[in-house]
Each structure stands twice: as structure tokens, then as C-alpha cells.
């Protein structure tokens, strides 16, 4: 069966460290992966995109790679702060299965203490 | 503002009733999502639409589901007699067109509650 997996549900981390988000995926060919923030009561925000022939994709302190062979992607958040604080999602395309919407992952929830 | 406007932002209502949720697309987005979200839990696909038609309804979780949209714009996502089991936040997106390659733009939900 297909499923998106995001590692740990919750990540605590000190201000100034670099956070790492995981998202592995299983039975998906994607040819997009994205990833979107989301804090509580609201709706999700996109942040980055990055295609399958794409091994790195940077913004900001923001830097997300894609491994097609390990079916992972790792999200890297570099000297975090407090505000970073959030849920964030992996989410990716269904190349092949000719359609054009995206399967989300549940999310991993970051909090960065100070 | 320019966003996705989804209405009502709270909906309470007798397990039975029927409901209706709005969502108001950013303009000259073509393709529209539905998802739902329960509480600490990831985005579940329900269906999108490119323009007015919906190629993919695979999400919808059972026939008291139904969505529509009309004239390439506002959709309305149905619920018919309502089951505690529908209470979640329905968030609704809009992008440019449909495909991984377009980010998605999200209204802040409506948050369903069945009693």
C-alpha cells in the first residue's frame, strides 16, 4: 500500500540548532515533493518545492533534499529559532497515476526552545 | 484579502443535519482541493477539481459526500447526515493548475463539530 511517513510525530530542539525533518515514502513514484508549515488553528503554508531530478533545493535557511533511490526527503531547518516553532508537512505528486493532486504526510510537530 | 476564503469558519450542528462548507478560491486559480484534518492528525484527501469537473473522487469517504463547483470558481463541499465521525477541520486549497509543480494555497478551514 502507498503511505508517506514523516518521522516522530514531535521534535524538540534547542535555539541555534539545525532541525532535520524526515519524510520517507513507499509505492510512490513522485516527480514533486513539497513541503508546507502549518501552526495551529490555521491552514498550511507552502515553503519549498523540489523535483525528482533535483538533489537539493535551498531558501533561506531553509534546505530540503530528495533521494528517489531512498525514497526519503530530509527538511533542514539551520540556526532555528523559537518561531520556527510549527508543524510541518511532506507532501508529493502521484506521477503515473494520471493525476494531478498530492497525498500529505501527518506531519511532524517542531518546537524550538530557547 | 487575496487568499482562499472558506465559510463558516466554525460549524456546530445535530449529528443528522446536512452541511454545506464554501470555499472561495484565489482568482484565476484553476484547480481547487479538498482535504480533511482531525484533531493531531496529517491532511486526508477528499477530492479536486480542475476547472468545474473532478477527475479524482477517490477521497471522498462515503456517499453522504459530495462536492460541486461551478463556474470554475466558489465550491461547495456537502455533507449529508452528518455523523460524529465528520467532525474535523475541512480545509480547502487553490493553485494556478493542477500538478505537483504548483504550490498550494490553503484557507484556514472550517471546524466541524457533530454533536
Known amino acids: 500500500s502507498q503511505k508517506i511517513e514523516q518521522n516522530s510525530e514531535a521534535l524538540n530542539i534547542q535555539e541555534g540548532k539545525t532541525a532535520t525533518l524526515t519524510c520517507n515514502y513507499t509505492n510512490y513514484s513522485p516527480a514533486y515533493l513539497q513541503w508546507y508549515r502549518q501552526d495551529p488553528g490555521r491552514g498550511p503554508v507552502f515553503l519549498l518545492l523540489?523535483?525528482?531530478?533535483?538533489k537539493e533545493k535551498r531558501k533561506e535557511r531553509l534546505k530540503v533534499t530528495f533521494d528517489t533511490t531512498l525514497k526519503q526527503s530530509l527538511f533542514h531547518i539551520t540556526a532555528s529559532q523559537p518561531a520556527d516553532s510549527a508543524t510541518y508537512l511532506c507532501?508529493?505528486?502521484?506521477?503515473?497515476?494520471?493525476?494531478?493532486?498530492?497525498?500529505f504526510g501527518a506531519g511532524t510537530r517542531l518546537t524550538v526552545k530557547p | 484579502g487575496a487568499g482562499v476564503s472558506q465559510s463558516p469558519s466554525n460549524k456546530v450542528t445535530e449529528k443528522g443535519k446536512d452541511v454545506e462548507l464554501r470555499c472561495d478560491p484565489i482568482?484565476?486559480?484553476?484547480?481547487l482541493y479538498w482535504y480533511r484534518q482531525s484533531l493531531g492528525q496529517g491532511l486526508e484527501f477528499l477530492i479536486y477539481?480542475?476547472?468545474?469537473?473532478?477527475?479524482?473522487k477517490s477521497g471522498l469517504p462515503s456517499d453522504r459526500f459530495s462536492a460541486e463547483r461551478t463556474g470554475g470558481s466558489v465550491s461547495t463541499l456537502t455533507i449529508q447526515r452528518t455523523q460524529q465521525e465528520d467532525s474535523a477541520v475541512y480545509l480547502c486549497a487553490s493553485s494556478l493548475e493542477a500538478g505537483g509543480n504548483q504550490p498550494q494555497h490553503f484557507g484556514d478551514g472550517t471546524r466541524l463539530s457533530i454533536l
Open positions: 482568482s484565476g486559480h484553476t484547480a
Open positions: 477539481f480542475q476547472g468545474n469537473s473532478a477527475p479524482d
Open positions: 523540489i523535483r525528482e531530478n533535483e
Open positions: 507532501a508529493l505528486d502521484k506521477k503515473g497515476y494520471n493525476n494531478n493532486d498530492m497525498r
